[in-house]
């Protein structure tokens, strides 16, 4: 099983509706989540955190759920300018260093 | 405020040829840093990342290599590059283990 999984997608959604993302990720022990955008041929963004209690930044709302060891990603309203791939990020606890894992991603299309 | 800075842009290289990529991060002390590499289409490798001065660890066995001379200088070389060294290369910084990542906005390498 990969440490962290995401369906690539592509999500092809019409301009203003929801859309959500799920992530896996196969350690129990993950203390950081987050969620990175990354344009075509960009580096990847720092979208948001994933916090225990779940948290929202505008129109991204981000979920953690440990028993079942998933993190989303909601978007409301869906703008043009939302079209990219979505990256989920672990941490796993190593005691040193920083083993960030990337999920592959999962594309977005937002459509007319 | 802090910045990364990775250059070159783009490099077209010969198989064979030697390679240094370098990066550099203001605004902060003592940050870990990292190399990854995401071939076309694919997921973000981690190739090195760096605690401090000196500090390598090495993810993936391969004929690159990494160093950091200064707090907040790291350098990714090659002696000679293979065909499958192509990708995108990018620089980051994070402030502690369990913190988000910063990336540079990356070196397109292409080796032929």
């Known amino acids: 099983r990969k440490e962290v999984e995401q369906d690539p997608g592509p999500f092809n959604v019409p301009e203003g509706a929801t859309v959500a993302f799920n992530c896996t990720y196969s350690n129990s022990a993950s203390q950081s989540f987050f969620w990175y955008r990354q344009d075509c041929r960009k580096e990847p963004k720092l979208l948001m955190s994933?916090?225990?209690s779940g948290n929202e930044d505008g129109r991204f709302t981000a979920q953690l759920n440990r028993a079942s060891q998933y993190i989303s990603l909601l978007i409301r309203d869906s703008k043009l300018s939302d079209s990219a791939t979505y990256l989920c990020?672990?941490?796993?606890?190593?005691?040193?260093?920083?083993?960030?894992?990337f999920g592959t991603g999962t594309q977005l299309k937002v459509e007319l | 405020s802090q910045t990364i800075h990775q250059w070159p842009a783009t490099l077209v290289q010969p198989v064979g040829s030697p390679l240094s990529l370098e990066c550099t991060v203001e605004g902060t002390s003592n940050p870990n840093l990292y190399w990854y590499r995401q071939a076309a289409g694919r997921g973000l490798q981690l190739l090195f990342y760096?605690?401090?001065?000196?500090?390598i660890s090495s993810e993936v066995p391969q004929n690159l290599s990494a160093s950091r001379p200064q707090d907040r200088q790291f350098i990714l070389s090659s002696k000679k590059l293979l065909l499958s060294d192509s990708g995108f290369y990018l620089c980051a910084w994070s402030v502690r283990w369990n913190s988000p990542l910063h990336f540079g906005n990356g070196t397109r390498l292409t080796v032929t």
């Open positions: 990020v672990v941490t796993p606890f190593t005691g040193g260093g920083n083993k960030l894992t």
């Open positions: 994933v916090y225990s």
């Open positions: 760096s605690v401090g001065i000196g500090q």
